[in-house]
Each structure stands twice: as C-alpha cells, then as structure tokens.
C-alpha cells in the first residue's frame, strides 16, 4: 500500500473535522480563505474591523453538520443582517470617498452569508464567484509583487475544487479519485505559461474600466524641484523605492560610494533653491543614444541600467559625470546646470542606459584665472556669512584649499538631525550657522554652496540620492526615498565642477556593512520584485516592441547557429563517408554497430522506460510481466502444480512447500503491484522471472 502524502492526511483530517464525507465542502473552505486572506493582504489597514469579524464566524461556518441543524435561524439571523448592512453600505461609501474599498468589504460580507447557506450546489457556484471577486479585487487594490504568490494558490484551489466537483457529479461520493493536488499543480503551471504568453502579446494601452484610478503605491512623493529649507527633510522619512540600478560593466558596487545626481540648483533667493531655465536638447543618434558630455582625461568610464519608478519629476537621475544615455524618451533635454529632464514623461516608469565618468578629487589645485558672474550671487543682509568664510578660510594657500577647509569645518562643527525647531526670525542658514548648528543635509549643502562664493569661490547645490542598498544577488542598487540627499559642486577652471559633501553623513560604515543571511534572503525578494516590476507590472508598448527586436535578433542568431551546425555535420559525415572505403572504415563500422547493440540492451533493461514515457513503458512492462507470469504458470505446470481457473494467484501458491510457498508468494506480491498497482515496474519481469527459477528448482 502507498502511503498517503502529507496533503491527503490534511484533506482526511479536515474532512472529519466538518463532519461531512464528501471531500469538496473542506476544499471550498479553503478555497474562500485563500480569495479573503489575499484581498486582506492587499490592504490590512482597510479590514482590519472586517478581519475581526471574519475570523470567528468563520470558524463556526466550518462544522456544516450545525449549519444544517440551525438552518432556519441562520437564513433568518443573516436576513436581517443584510437589511442592517445596508446602511452601513451607504455611510461607508460617503466616508470614505471611493469606490474599491467598500465594495471589498461587502465581498468579505457576502462570502461569510454564502458560507452559512451552503447546501445546493448553486449556492457552492456563487461562492467561488464571490472568491473570483476578491481576487480581482485584491489585484486592483495593489501593485504589491506579493499579489502573484496568492493569485497562483488561488489557481491552484480552484482547479482541485473544480475537479472534485465533476467527479463527484459523474460517480458519486464513492468514485476514484485522481491525483488532484498534483493534476492542479500541472494545470496551474500550464495555465500560467500561457497567460504570460498573452500577456506579453497583447499591446499595451493607458485605457481601460480602472484606468486614473489611484492604487497608492504607483507615486513617490517627496522628491521636488524646488529646494525649501523649511520644508525639505521630510523626505527622508518616506521608504519608497525610488529606482534600481544595474551596473552592467562588472559585478558587486564600486569601491566608493555613488551620488545619484539629480537636479544642480544655482539661483538661491533667500529662503528656496530653483532650478535653472535655460536648457538645450542633446546630441541623438538613430540608435536612441544621447551623447550628453566628452570624456575627460584621468576619468574611469561605467555603465549602468536604471529603472526608475514612476514619479512626479521630470528629472533623469545619473551617476558621477554623464557621457551618454541610451533609452527611449520621448523629449530629453539639458539645462546649463547639467541637469537633466525628460518632458512629457511623467507618472511613467523610465528606463535607460547610462555611460558615467567618475574621477577622484584631486589632491590640490593651484589657483588660475578668475572667475567671475558664475554661480557668485549672495542673498542680501548676508554679512555674518561673508564674516564668517573669512575665518573659516584663513591661511588657505589657494581655492581649493579654502573649499576643503568650509567642507572639513561643517562635517566636524556642526550635528546632523531631522528635528529641527526652526526660528522663524532668522534666515534658515543664520539660524543654522549660528544659531541651532545641527541640521539635514540640504542645510549643510546650502551653507557650504554660500560660504564657498563669499569666499569667492563658485558654487552650486545638488539634489538627487546617496548609495542605496547593494543587492549582490542581482547586482544592482536599491534607492529609496530615505537616501536622498543634497550635496555641492564648485568650480575650478582647470578641473570643472568637482563634488563636494559637507554633510556628517556615515557613508562608510553603510557602503562596508556585512550582509547577513536575513539580508541575503531580502535581496532575492528585491531581485524578484525588480522582475514583477519591470516586466509585469510597468510592462509597455515600448516593452513590447524591444522584446519583438530582441526576439527577431535571437531567432536570427539561432538560425545562423543551426545552419552552422548542420554545415559542420554534413562535413564531417562526408569526411567519414570517404573513410568507410580507407582502412579505418572497419572501425567505424564496428563503433555503429557496439551502439547499436548497446542502445537494444538498454532498452530492455528500462531505460526506455525513462526516455519513452510514464503511460507508454507502464503498458509495455506490464505486458512484459504478465508474459513472465504465464511462463511461471507453464512451466509450474509442466512439474505438476496446475493452477486451476477458479484459483486466485495467492490460492495458487498454498500447492507448493513452506519454503517455496514463501517464494511463491513473493513472485505474486510482484506481480500483483506491477500489474495492478501501477508501481514498483522497474525491472519486475527480471525478479519474477528469478524467483520463477527458484520456486520450480528441485528441492
């Protein structure tokens, strides 16, 4: 006997527990708390009060048997619940101001009243319907990668359901049952390959019943064009993910850490930052590339791959000194900040290949010509500053030096935090120079950025994101909302603008840590979420379009391959056609004709059994061992043990001695599971036909 998996045991304990034989009303159960668990999932904090009433009404719903006893008081209970919730439907609707989410909850509602009236079989229709809902609606309520784990066991139950079903319409409750956990498996799997087929073939279009309804997790709030000193640093608190980032030139992260730069802000009036607007487009080639900027010399070139989510900026984040970038935009265009932006593309996931140039900071610069109207401009009333970069500044031998002292100044006398208590009657750098001293980095940036052009040095601040997370399983970065981060650039006219942080940020110990295996696990859900993201999720008519080419172009290739192949085959046979009249040609011969003998002796051996399939060799092998069996019977037969036709094969065996009949009964055991049983078929034939010997030998 086979012993029962693991699934059936739960099935056969949880078929007892609701008191009913059949088999499909715990399936169901199970069935309507995957769609509830996944639309719950979707989002907790909506259903938190309908959880709370789930739960235990649906624990009493499971014993059907009590259902069934009380049926007239539960019809009548849930009546008049359902006049009650009418209300409720209506207030929650008003309060809530949309649609999804109350009509989530009246699904969570309804299934429970189905569950309690569960007796025909149109009432177990209705029920998968509503599931059917729930899932749809779980799918609505969320871009969550999570979603798909439930989608699939929903999938799953409903095929085992649906299969229960039918068997039991057409046999009854005592019908065989097929393997229904591992047919459901099969079909879910084959269901789901074809509907990625679909889906990546059916064209992408912004339209739809659901299209402009908001999911609340499809924007990232926090990152802004304009820098306000009063208001930035609350973006530090959002956790979202801003882009990942591939390096495609190597594997692991670079030796230092990466600013991600955003948008450089050079007009400061006081109290805000704002962007230049003046701006050019780009160099493009028929390819989709932009040439953005010429290499410089000591520069060490990267390429990187960025999928940035959709937010609401127009702006094109790179890395270090941008070279080129290579992706479909449908207007790119630079402004004289060399900042980046793509108009018209807002609200989209943006993806591109960027061609970076980093270069280390150099040691010193000796000072050249002087530079004048270039990012120099101070607010007014500013004389406590200009005082103040004289002393910082001090005894600097040239620019450069003074640069680094300002920077080397903020990061050592000054505290890093997001509290702040603003004084209002202060400017937002006075009052963060000499008067609170701790603040974020956008306060350190703008004091550096004006410190450096009272010392008459130019200078502008940047915004974008620092480092991120480094998922080595995928080999890219995370960035998210809490990495942003503003630093300086000044410039230098034999060098450019060179990159300055003054904030007392530990890059370090980050960019050094250690991954754990926690980590380490995190780091393959990233690399899975980047995958559902990127070609499920946010998967476009432009998507499609590059998978169509890339596709083209893989077919090309394989096409020239095979013709390769085949050219070299047909050379070789050629080669070893001329051979076969040359004196090697016997030896070619004899290797055919070994393999051919060795392919005939595997294949009585059962490895055809394996190549041929499961249905084909369970037919052959039984045949076989039925064959080995009557060869028994006949050659019993011809020593006197006749098997009469009323005999059962085990009758059979009570004609032969103790120690024979022990034998014989082995032999039939074997052929009772081969041919019966459906198991135990590898080579069988050979041990029947064994026994078969030593059963019959004299004794």
């Known amino acids: 006997m086979q012993k029962p998996s693991g699934a059936q045991m739960f099935l056969k304990q949880f078929t007892a527990a609701t008191k009913v034989g059949s088999i499909a009303d ?205 208001q930035a640093g609350l973006i530090r608190k959002d956790s979202s993910i801003v882009m990942r980032v591939r390096r495609l030139d190597g594997e692991g992260p670079l030796d230092t850490p990466i600013y991600w730069r955003g948008i450089a802000y050079s007009t400061y009036d006081g109290r805000q930052w704002l962007k230049s607007s003046k701006s050019h487009s780009p160099q493009r080639t028929d390819d989709n590339k932009y040439q953005i900027s010429a290499p410089r010399a000591g520069g060490k070139c990267y390429r990187f791959e960025f999928v940035v989510e959709p937010m609401d900026s127009d702006v094109v984040f790179a890395a270090g000194r941008a070279l080129s970038l290579e992706g479909r935009f449908f207007w790119l265009v630079l402004d004289d900040n060399h900042s980046l932006y793509s108009r018209y593309q807002r609200y989209y996931r943006v993806s591109y290949i960027e061609e970076a140039e980093f270069r280390p900071l150099p040691e010193n610069i000796t000072d050249s010509e002087t530079v004048t109207d270039l990012s120099l401009a101070l607010p007014p009333n500013e004389d406590r500053l200009v005082t103040l970069a004289e002393e910082i500044t001090h005894g600097a031998r040239n620019k450069y030096d003074a640069c680094r002292k300002i920077e080397h100044f903020l990061r050592t006398r000054y505290a890093y935090t997001l509290d702040i208590k603003r004084d209002q009657s202060m400017t937002a750098v006075d009052d963060f120079l000499f008067n609170q001293k701790r603040g974020h980095c956008e306060f350190f940036a703008t004091s550096m950025a004006l410190l450096c052009r009272a010392a008459g040095i130019p200078a502008r601040v940047v915004s974008g994101f620092l480092e991120g997370e480094f998922n080595e399983i995928g080999n890219f970065y995370i960035v998210r909302q809490e990495n942003a981060h503003a630093w300086v650039e000044a410039y230098f006219p034999q060098q450019g603008w060179l990159q300055f942080d003054p904030s007392p940020v530990d890059v370090e110990s980050a960019f050094n840590a250690q991954i754990s295996f926690l980590e380490r696990i995190r780091g393959y859900w990233d690399s899975y979420k980047l995958l559902f993201d990127q070609y499920i999720l946010t998967y476009n008519l432009w998507d499609q379009f590059n998978a169509v080419i890339e596709l083209a172009d893989f077919s090309r290739r394989t096409k020239v391959l095979l013709s390769q192949a085949l050219t070299s085959l047909k050379e070789r046979f050629s080669r070893v056609g001329m051979n076969l009249s040359g004196s090697r040609g016997w030896v070619v011969s004899c290797t055919l004709l070994i393999a051919i003998y060795l392919l005939i002796r595997l294949r009585r051996s059962g490895w055809a059994h394996i190549a041929l399939g499961r249905t084909a060799g369970q037919k052959r092998h039984q045949s076989h061992v039925i064959h080995a069996y009557e060869h028994f019977l006949r050659a019993a037969a011809s020593r006197g043990f006749h098997k009469n036709v009323n005999e059962t094969p085990l009758e059979f065996t009570m004609q032969f001695t103790s120690e024979r009949r022990e034998l014989c009964r082995e032999l039939t055991e074997l052929y009772y599971s081969a041919r019966f049983g459906n198991q135990g078929l590898y080579r069988v034939e050979e041990k029947i036909r064994k026994l078969a010997k030593r059963v019959l030998e004299s004794q």
């Not at 393997?179 to 509907?195: C, D, K």
């Open 26 to 230: 715990p399936l169901l159960l199970v069935f309507c708390l995957i769609s509830a668990t996944t639309l719950f999932a979707t989002s907790a904090a909506q259903f938190l009060l309908q959880a709370a009433l789930y739960v235990p009404l649906f624990l009493v719903a499971v014993d059907r048997q009590y259902l069934l006893s009380r049926q007239i008081f539960f019809r009548r209970m849930w009546n008049i619940l359902s006049l009650a919730y009418l209300p409720l439907l209506i207030l929650d609707f008003r309060m809530s101001g949309e649609i999804l989410h109350p009509v989530a909850r009246l699904l969570f509602f309804i299934q429970l009243a189905k569950l309690y009236d569960r007796h025909a079989p149109r009432d177990r229709i209705l029920l998968i319907l509503i599931s059917f809902f729930q899932i749809l609606a779980a799918s609505v309520l969320t871009t969550e990668a999570e979603i798909l784990f439930g989608i699939l066991l929903f999938i799953w139950m409903a095929f085992a359901l649906l299969m229960t079903h039918s068997l039991l319409k057409d046999g009854g409750e005592s019908s065989p049952r097929p393997p229904l956990f591992s047919l459901a498996a099969l079909l879910t799997v084959a269901v789901s390959i074809i509907s990625l087929g679909i889906f990546f073939l059916i064209p992408r279009l912004n339209t739809g019943y659901l299209h402009g309804i908001p999911t609340g997790a499809s924007q990232i709030s926090g990152f802004s064009e304009q820098m306000d000193l009063d």
